[in-house]
Each structure stands twice: as C-alpha cells, then as structure tokens.
C-alpha cells in the first residue's frame, strides 16, 4: 500500500522543511506549494490525502485555496496554519469548512495528532458499514427537520471545528454528539460526555483539568483530568451556561491552546480532544447579562447545531413511538407482562400528535414506558397514555388550526399547494395536518 501523501502550501521554506521532515517520519510523503497557483497545479497532478496551508500567501489567502477545493476535491481535508494567538482566523477557516488547524510556531506533537485525524478521516467506511462498526442509534424521523439535522451531523463529522448543539431539554443533544464522534476520525477514541451543571462549582476545574496531590485539602494524590480522559477522542460538555466564570476563562484558553494545567501544577499539558458542547439555555443572552464569557461563546460557537422541539414534527412522533415500544420490550422483557409488545391506537397517536411534548423525546419515551407497564391490553389507548392536563388544550388548540387549514384548502379549490403558500407552511405540514383530521384527498 502507498504512502499518505500531503500537500504543504507555505511560502516560508523553513516552516515547508519543518512540516515535510514531521510527516516523513510519520511515513507521510509531502509535496509543496508557495503559492495558491502552485497548490491549484499540484493538487491536479498529485491527488492528495490531506492539505496544509498557510493563511497568508503571496498571491492570495489560504481561505481562497480552502474554498477552491471545497468545490473542487470535496473529500480533502483542509488544515489552517495560522499566525499564533490570531483566532479570528482559525474560526473563520473552521466555520468555511477547515477540518483543523495550527498556529505558528508549529508544535509538532498537535501536528502529528492533526494529520493522524485527517488521515483516519480520509480512510473511514462507508456510511452504512461505519454505522454498523460503532453501534450508534441514528436520529429518528422523516420529517424535513430531521433529514437536514441527519445530513449536517454527517458534514460536521468531516471537520475538528467546535460544535455547539442548542436545543431544549429532551431533544437528544448528547445523541447528536455521539453521532458527530461516531462518524469521525476520531470514533475509535474515547468520548466523554460531562454535565457541566452536576459538578460542584468549587470542584469544576480540577474535574475538567485534574488537581496535583496537595493542591487543595482533600486533593490526596494526583487526579487525571476529563480532558486527559478524552486524548484522542471527543469532550461533550452539555449544559455549558452552568460552568462558572473562572472555569470558563481556564477552558478558553484550553481550546485556544490546546493544554490544560491540572490544578496545582507549574506546567501545561498538551490534549488532544474534538470539543461538542451544548446548551438548551440562550448563550447569547447569558453573554448579555455577564453570566457567559463573550470570548468564550465566539471559540465554541463555530458551527451550531439546533436540535428541533418534538412538536415542531409532529409527523415523527410515530416512528419514534414505534422505535421505543420495540426497544422497551428489547430491555425489559414483554412489557406488562405480554407476549408481544402493545401497539398504539390511531385516536392515541393522534393525542400524542396533538400534545406540546415540553419535554420532547425524553417525554415520549417516559409516557411509553408508563403506559407499558400499566396497559394490560395489546392496543394502548388515549386513557392509557395519563397526559398531563394541558393535553386537551393542546387538542382544542389543534383542532382549530386544523379547521383554519380545512377552510384554507376549501378556498383553494383542494390545490394543496396554493393552499399551503397562503398558510405560511409547506404542502408537507399541510397534508400531515389534514391527515390527522382525517381528510386525504
């Protein structure tokens, strides 16, 4: 098998040396470019694994390459050298599709940890077969919502770049970063997820970062860190707006750094983590009010990722039943006592449809679980389900706007597609609204 071979693209010969002296030890061939033209002209001869470019260039900038194989070469992976300390410019090459980047004066220990990344990236299954491999639960639903979160978890899994995931609580955040690390380069590492509000606010840094033995009372020998524990792998780091102030400045320059120094300790130590975080709070807001470093939300927030509420598709709300009696009956047995597991009754989808689900799957997975247990029936029915009382509210509320869209529909002479453009919907959400009135025409 041949040699990973990278292109180099920098116009000062003594980084060019560093670099191609670096990757040959790693068995990588290197070929190199000055310029943007030249790097246009070795890219067609050569057809390489990765490229490493330089930001400034004599006849152009590294974005301008960047962009040129995003629409040329899609698969490459891109890295960004960058000026030390410029992180504008690492975050917008991240958030113009960079896989990665690292900043003069080159340390070659997170050189060798990115190439390693790009290469494993570029060498990765197919989708279907690497699904197969990690053993991970894709996002249900066929709702257009879900398709586009589908297909951007797949683009974000090709990059480094941080991500933030927004949504409420119960819209499977922490699954959504799971699949980002389940697809990448980095799926065989470790991935570590950390709720940021469960740890003691005098005991975060030393959690994240570690503590040396003595550094505090109660500090009795020397503690690995969570970054530590993520090397190689992804750090999640969910409920982010709960991390206080001092943390927040630590972690900041953890991810511009990338080192930590564990509590207690006179030196840094390099890690190497993919960072996902998330938040259902508005970091925005909280930036606002001086509860969140502005610093820090711009480093984190390259690429954000909004997880919908359950009742913005409804029309999953099915599938995702489905799914989760299937997987009751996988783990507890036949629920109630049953030889097969229950099955919902059209008139109980259609309350499940109508209902505000203010905790969204997470929800919808306890009403199941309930209703499991206490149906000693095959068909689990409305009376079952014991929705809160805000569900007959709910129903009214969806019965007049069904009503609405009935009159709407009418007007347009049963053209679904006038109709929906009058409503502000697309024909989708329209025939899946008339669906549950029981018009399908």
Known sequence: MSRPLAL???DEADIL????????????SAVTALTVTEAKLQLERHRPDLCLTDLSLPDGTG????????????DLPVAMIT???????????????????????????????????????????????????TGSTPLLGDSPAMQQIRALIAKLARTQA????????????????????????????PFVPVNCGAIPHDLVESELFGHKKGSFTGAVADKQGLFQAAAGGTLFLDELADLPLPAQVKLLRAIQEKCIRPVGSAREIPVDVRLISAS????????????????LFYRINVIELRLPALRERPEDIRPLADHILQRLVQT??????????????????????????????????????????????ECIEVEDLYLPANERTETRESSESGAVALAAVDRARWNQVAAARVLGMTPLALRHRLSRLGIDR
């Open 8 to 10: 180099v693209v920098d």
């Open 332 to 377: 507890t047995g036949c629920a109630g006592g049953q030889q097969v597991y229950p099955r919902l009754s059209e008139k109980a989808i259609a309350a499940l449809e109508c209902y505000a689900f203010p905790g969204n799957v997470r929800e919808l997975e306890n009403i199941l679980e309930r209703a499991t247990a206490l149906c000693e029936a």
């Open 83 to 133: 000026a030390h300390g410029n992180m504008e410019s690492a975050v917008a090459a991240m958030k113009a599709g960079a896989f990665d980047f690292v900043a003069k004066p080159v340390d070659l220990a997170a050189l060798r940890n990115l190439v390693e990344s790009a290469l494993r990236l570029r060498g990765r299954a197919a989708p279907s077969e690497e699904r197969e491999h």
């Open 17 to 28: 040396d560093l670099i191609r002296i670096t990757l040959g030890r790693m068995n990588v």
């Open 162 to 189: 941080p991500v933030f995931i927004t949504g409420e609580s119960g819209t499977g955040k922490e699954l959504a970063a799971r699949l980002i690390h389940a697809q990448g380069p980095r799926r065989d590492g």
């Open 280 to 295: 259902h709070r508005d970091l925005a807001g909280e930036v606002e009010k001086g509860r969140f470093r502005q610093d």
């Open 63 to 74: 974005l301008d390459l960047l962009h040129y194989i995003n629409t040329h070469y899609p």
